[in-house]
């Protein structure tokens, strides 16, 4: 921003003087006749004229028109005077603000390292494993729109737009290496933005070394064939020691194969040459996301990561063991859209730290690689905590090997139709495990699944109606009922009431003493309801409020979406 300086015109309101002689000369050449004209007029005056009438009101005529054009002439000075004034003043606002801004404007009494954690928020990624896959209400996967970027661009770069508003933080964010470091660029864009290749050399350059948070994608076929990308593909590859969330989205074709082979042999080639790369290691890497069509080229590059000790989270549109033994003995969370293979027990056996599995679908893949483990009766038993599964992923084939003692959380989605078999077949495997589920999302046919676990403290149903879950939960006179342990319960996407929910919850809780005397909750502490659009959530939403304002005086916690509790 400009300095103030005090004599400049904006600064000090102009005197102006808008007294005109030319408004008092101004008059009509025979006023004692053009004021007469419109009442002759509203009169019907229809006589006719004098020679001499006709005399004057010709010269009043011929007179007019120099008169209107000295009117036109004055009311143009006034405008531009107006204009005039009005930029004056604004000028004299914007130099006000200035000044405020610079004895009060927080930012500017900012230590340095603040400004640096505020610009490094602004220009991270975000949470990597955002980037394609979150969970719905329901606590399903769903994948993102896999070519779409928060600044609804093709290319990313929100550091050069800091450098945009002044100098002081155009030299600041050029001396942060880690504000360069997030990338995300959409091999169109070299199409329609010729410019975008230097911005991202611009950007790998004021990086240095600052390790890479990059998401690349080509989504069309056509853009193989672009050097722009060959050349992008080198630049990355040329840093693998820096990598640390990679996110790579393919379209399916040939031209992504022949990427991941080329990839490989670059990889293999620059370790060759002894130029700082070692083959297979990407040290810093926490995060890896791959969006392709499974094949044996993919299972190629794979390879290349032999040597991955900080891997967190991988993500893969679809997903197999064969071919390749890439190190991800460290991964702690796996989303996979496809999994390929003889079992999860075959996938999990690979990864003694998992916690967090999600997984969409499961193609049986009887690998010849893999023909060592297990012997007959030998299972393995996995460090799994959470587990999200379509239910057309619970075939016994697919659970076979394997058990989950640590399973604590799950979700089981997907359609109403499903293999009662396969739920006994998974429900054994589960009890075979003696797991202790705390927390459980599902559909609403599973009911059988639900009374078999015992130990649910947090129960989420996907539902169209309560009556089977309001029968199923209801605890009887004497008191026995299913999930015994249950403390909070939701409904999803309810389209119809059932009035016995108020039977259900005083079934379950109690109103007691606490040692002090006042009134608490044992049992159910909190229900959620989510009602959709029904009409009767109104009436629905006062029921609740009436007949169950006991419990929730004694803290029983009622929430919900279309809900006013």
Request: net charge neutral; aromatic share 10%; hydrophobic share 40%.
């Amino acid at each position: 921003m400009d300095a103030i300086n005090p004599n400049l015109p904006g600064c000090t309101p102009p005197t102006v003087d808008i007294s005109y002689p030319l408004l008092h000369q101004l008059n009509p050449p025979v006023p004692e006749f053009s004021h007469s004209v419109f009442s002759h007029i509203r009169s019907g005056f229809n006589l006719p004229f004098s020679s001499g009438e006709v005399a004057r009101m010709k010269d009043f005529i011929a007179g007019t028109s120099e008169s209107i054009t000295e009117y036109d002439k004055a009311i143009a000075e006034m405008e531009g005077l107006l204009i005039g004034l009005k930029n004056a003043r604004d000028d004299l606002q914007r130099h006000s603000d200035g000044a405020q801004y610079l004895i009060s404007a927080p930012i500017r009494k900012l230590p340095l390292d603040v400004l640096n954690e505020i610009f490094t928020f602004y220009c991270d990624m975000g949470a990597p494993v955002e980037a394609r896959y979150s969970r719905d209400k329901y606590g399903r996967v769903m994948v993102k729109d896999v070519y779409s970027f928060s600044m609804s661009s093709e290319i990313f770069c929100p550091t050069l737009k800091l450098s945009w508003v002044c100098s002081f933080w155009r030299t600041f964010v050029q001396s942060c290496p880690n504000l360069w470091s997030s990338l995300k660029v959409s091999a169109s864009v070299f199409q329609s933005k010729p410019g975008a290749f230097p911005l991202l050399l611009k950007y790998l350059s004021h990086s240095a070394n600052n390790l890479l948070d990059f998401s690349f994608n080509v989504k069309e076929e056509s853009l193989w064939s672009n050097p722009k990308v060959q050349q992008t593909t080198d630049l990355l590859l040329e840093c693998p020691m820096r990598w640390r969330h990679a996110a790579l989205t393919f379209a399916n074709g040939s031209g992504s194969m022949d990427w991941f082979l080329w990839a490989a042999a670059s990889l293999s080639t620059k370790s060759l040459k002894g130029n700082g790369v070692q083959s297979g290691s990407f040290p810093a890497l926490e995060y890896l996301d791959i969006s392709a069509q499974w094949s044996n080229e993919v299972s190629v590059f794979l390879q290349s990561f032999s040597s991955c000790p900080r891997l967190r989270v991988v993500c893969f549109s679809a997903f197999s063991w064969s071919g390749h033994n890439a190190d991800f003995s460290c991964v702690t969370r796996l989303i996979l859209i496809r999994f390929i293979g003889k079992s999860f027990g075959h996938l999990l056996r690979r990864l003694p730290l998992l916690e967090t599995l999600s997984v969409d679908a499961f193609e049986l893949s009887e690998d010849s690689n893999d023909n060592t483990w297990p012997r007959p009766g030998e299972h393995y038993s996995s460090s799994l905590s959470r587990l999200c599964v379509n239910s057309s992923v619970l075939q016994p084939v697919a659970w076979r090997f394997i058990r989950l003692p640590r399973l604590t959380d799950m979700t089981l989605f997907g359609t109403d139709s499903f293999s009662t078999q396969n739920m006994q077949s998974f429900s054994s495997m589960l009890r075979d495990s003696q797991c202790r589920l705390k927390s459980l999302r599902m559909l609403q046919t599973m009911l059988d699944f639900i009374a078999l676990q015992l130990s649910l403290v947090h129960l989420t149903v996907h539902t169209h109606t309560l009556d089977p879950f309001v029968r199923l939960l209801q605890s009887g006179e004497s008191g026995a009922s299913v999930v015994r342990n249950l403390r909070s319960l939701t409904f999803i996407n309810t389209t119809t009431v059932w009035y016995g929910l108020q039977t259900l919850v005083e079934s379950r809780c109690t109103v007691i003493q606490s040692p002090e005397g006042h009134p608490q909750i044992s049992g159910l502490q909190a229900l959620t309801l989510d009602l959709g659009h029904n009409d009767r959530v109104t009436t629905f939403s006062r029921f609740v409020h009436n007949r169950l304002s006991p419990l929730k005086d004694a803290g029983f916690k009622l929430s919900g979406r279309y809900l006013d509790l």
